[in-house]
């Protein structure tokens, strides 16, 4: 089992940043791979990014790339979701996973991949 906790969501004005973070206990990553997905509103969830926990491969919706990154620490087991630029349309909580997903686009992004969730984090932007 691994228990996931996320933290660092927050009220942040568009253009700001947040970094959330998702630490793991029970279990190390070292096997699995992390994603993060949000979900707002009335809306489906939505995969945002993933990393692999043993090579630090990354990938990320195109929604988001170029201004969030996934990055991890060893020492803490914990992933990191820094955001950057963010957007009204980036409001949403946010929620890790880990699973083991074959790397590919489709089955990164599916949330059936991810077997433990963490209980989600809220981000509010206002603009």
């Known amino acids: 089992q691994v228990q996931l906790v996320e933290s660092g969501g927050g009220l942040v004005q568009a253009g700001g940043s947040l970094r959330l973070s998702c630490a793991a206990s029970g279990r190390t990553f070292s096997r699995y791979t992390v994603g993060w997905f949000r979900q707002a509103p009335g809306k489906e969830r939505e995969f945002v990014g993933a990393i692999r926990w043993s090579e630090g491969s990354s990938y990320y919706a195109d929604s988001v790339k170029g201004r969030f990154t996934i990055s991890r620490d060893f020492a803490k087991n914990t992933v990191y979701l820094q955001m950057n630029s963010l957007k009204p349309e980036d409001a949403a909580v946010y929620y890790c996973?880990?699973?083991?997903?074959?790397?590919?686009?489709?089955?990164?992004?599916?949330?059936?991949?991810?077997?433990?969730w963490g209980q989600g984090t809220q981000v509010t932007v206002s603009s």
């Open positions: 996973a880990a699973g083991r997903p074959s790397w590919t686009a489709t089955l990164l992004a599916s949330i059936h991949e991810y077997d433990y």
